[in-house]
């Protein structure tokens, strides 16, 4: 039986973008591990300068997610690169403040507005 994707993964003008497909609780299972890799090869190479995570499917997430954002804020970092997420609902958008990464992490409202702000 094949399994969903949790994450569609692109690269464009050396962001990449991550598109939760659904509500995250979970990131630990063995089914997700490899796309997690994935992501953190692509962030470890250098192989993007950003990252932007399009949150307008993925209405709910935790502390699991929160991890692998921070691990990949903090590779990007080393490089000054920038991490962005953009389409928070409200619940979201609750969650990224509670945890204070709305100081650290740039916020936008959509997708295309997030987009122009890092390829500048």
Not at 39 to 55: S, T
Not at 86 to 102: K, M, P, V, W
Request: aromatic fraction near 6%.
């Amino acid at each position: 039986m094949a399994s969903s994707r949790v994450f569609l993964i692109r690269i464009e003008n050396g962001t990449l973008i991550l598109s939760p497909t659904g509500p995250i609780s979970n990131l630990t299972g063995p089914e997700v591990q490899p796309e997690v890799e994935e992501i953190m090869v692509a962030v470890r190479n250098g192989q993007c300068r950003n990252v932007l995570v399009d949150m307008e499917k993925a209405t709910f997430f935790g502390s699991v997610l929160l991890g692998l954002l921070s691990s990949i804020w903090r590779q990007l970092r080393q490089r000054e690169g920038k991490l962005a997420l953009c389409n928070l609902s409200t619940l979201g958008g609750e969650i990224i403040h509670a945890a204070r990464f709305d100081t650290l992490w740039e916020i936008y409202p959509t997708l295309e507005e997030a987009k122009q702000a890092l390829a500048q």
